[in-house]
């Protein structure tokens, strides 16, 4: 068997263990479209993305990955799926799991026929989210708990189905995302055991005070938080992938102790997603 051909057994407990195996798909067949979130809604009127700044970006991104000696999986481009890059919302991992995401957006119904090579060679289980609607953008681990944002991708029904599923081993805790607000990973962050990154303003009051029990959080300001200034991506316990441009965040992260690798993702950002969108760990230490 090839060395791109092995099995692959799925092991996620947490956002920030060492990274070893992702799926990342590429931006090569991006092709421009109907806005379909708010972020796109305000870039797409004089400044739409160009397909070939955004390869660059993540040739780089892809490149630190690498460089950190973990395996990128491709999946395959599909036509007609220009927002394939973001996997984090197509599929998750949760512990042995990879879930299959149910999506909300039609422009993205067909992605996860982009995993099926992946897929076959996985021999640990693999299961579908049939009942409501949930991506992984608002799936957040943290060992035995699992952070659930509810709000416009994910909804009570896939709340009450991911309890079903995962409810005997983990405890599933509800985070209610305020109007605008498009995933959970757009205003909080887990980054290590014990620090995460949160927007203040981006859920309701008694889920702020109940992760900020839970974490020394690091806050994330509001010209930060719409560039996606908590949807950094951990490449192990100290560090973290983040946007050249967000500044202060970057300076904050540092201060509490991680390594930065800063990455340009200005353009690819325009489609309203960042590091942690664009990937989906199959395999942590």
């Keep these: 068997m090839r060395k791109e051909e092995h099995i692959l057994k799925v092991s996620v407990t947490n956002e920030y263990g060492t990274l070893k195996s992702v799926i990342m798909a590429s931006v090569d067949n991006y092709t421009d479209h109907e806005p379909i979130n708010d ?10 993305p160009v397909r070939e700044k955004m390869v660059s970006e993540q040739r780089t991104f892809a490149n630190i990955i690498e460089q950190y000696s973990a395996e990128i999986l491709w999946a395959d481009s599909l036509e007609g799926c220009p927002l394939q890059l973001y ?4 599929s998750f991992a949760i512990g042995n799991k990879l879930v299959i995401s149910e999506m909300s ?18 021999e640990t289980p693999i299961i579908s989210a049939h009942n409501g609607i949930a991506e992984g953008g608002d799936v957040m681990l943290d060992g035995k708990n699992i952070y659930i944002g509810l709000g416009q991708r994910t909804d009570e029904r896939a709340l009450s189905w991911l309890r079903s599923e995962f409810g005997n081993e983990y405890e599933i805790i509800p985070i209610r995302l305020m109007p605008g607000i498009l995933h959970l990973d757009t205003v909080f ?8 990154l949160i927007f203040e303003k981006g859920m309701e009051k008694k889920d702020l005070e109940l992760l900020e029990q839970r974490f020394e959080t690091i806050s994330i300001t509001d010209k930060e938080q719409f560039n996606m200034g908590t949807n950094v991506f951990s490449l192990n316990p100290d560090t973290v992938v983040a946007q050249l441009s967000n500044e202060d965040s970057v300076r904050k992260i540092k201060a509490a102790g991680l390594t930065v690798e800063v990455v340009n993702q200005s353009e690819t950002s325009k489609l309203g997603g960042g590091f942690r969108c664009s ?7």
């Excluded at 962050?189 to 995460?196: L, Q, V, Y």
């Excluded at 990937?279 to 230490?285: A, F, K, M, N, W």
């Design 39 to 48: 972020t796109q809604k305000r870039f797409f009127k004089d400044s739409r």
């Design 87 to 90: 996997t984090r919302d197509v």
């Design 105 to 122: 957006a039609p422009i993205r119904k067909d992605e996860r026929k982009g995993l099926e090579k992946i897929i076959k060679r996985i």
């Design 189 to 196: 962050n887990i980054i290590s055991e014990d620090k995460a």
């Design 279 to 285: 990937t989906c760990p199959l395999i942590r230490e």
